[in-house]
């Protein structure tokens, strides 16, 4: 599983030129899933996505806050452009991605553990082609991976 966290002071999904949705101070969770995702990785990623501590706190002190922490929204973008292969060639490959009917599924189940946190959880629409309007703050930008154990 990829994830690229943007802290962002606001964004906005639009699909088909509808505002699906937007969120104020928090992160944008742009996600790709590969065929060896599990639910073990789901989880772990969102738990490390809602307590990164890459917010100022109330006395000021930068990379003390989660997003937990302050309260803030998340918008969470399926990307599966995310495991795009760009070493050969001039097209990109996507054959890391995990199929639609697989990525599916578990890009949801990654929603449903953020939306337990209680917080302000947008999304985009699955398979869509959507336009973001991402304000980075700071900016502030990390890759996220998390692989599944290899089976000897």
């Given amino acids: 599983m990829r ?4 802290r962002v002071s606001h964004a906005r999904v639009a699909v088909e030129g509808q ?12 996600v790709g ?6 639910t073990a990785e789901i989880e772990w990623m969102a738990k490390k996505c809602l307590s990164l501590r890459l917010f100022y706190n109330e006395a ?4 003390a806050a989660s997003v937990q922490d302050i309260g803030g929204d998340i918008l969470v973008v399926s990307q ?3 495991y795009g ?11 890391q991605a995990a199929s639609p009917d697989r990525a599916k599924p578990l890009f949801e189940q990654f929603v449903t553990e953020l939306i337990k ?16 309007d991402i304000h980075n ?10 692989e599944a154990p290899r089976k000897s």
């Avoid at 505002?19 to 742009?30: D, S, Y």
């Avoid at 899933?33 to 599990?38: E, G, R």
Wanted: aromatic share 8%; with cysteine; net charge negative.
């Fill in 137 to 146: 703050d700071g900016p502030v930008t990390l890759w996220l991976d998390r």
């Fill in 19 to 30: 505002l699906k949705g937007e969120i104020t101070q928090g992160l944008t969770l742009l």
């Fill in 33 to 38: 899933i590969t065929d060896t995702d599990t």
């Fill in 60 to 63: 000021g002190d930068r990379w």
């Fill in 3 to 6: 994830t690229l966290v943007q």
């Fill in 80 to 82: 599966f452009t995310l």
């Fill in 117 to 132: 946190s209680g917080l302000n959880i947008i999304t985009g629409t699955f398979g869509a082609s959507m336009v973001v």
């Fill in 85 to 95: 292969d760009c070493r050969r060639g001039r097209r990109p490959s996507f054959e």
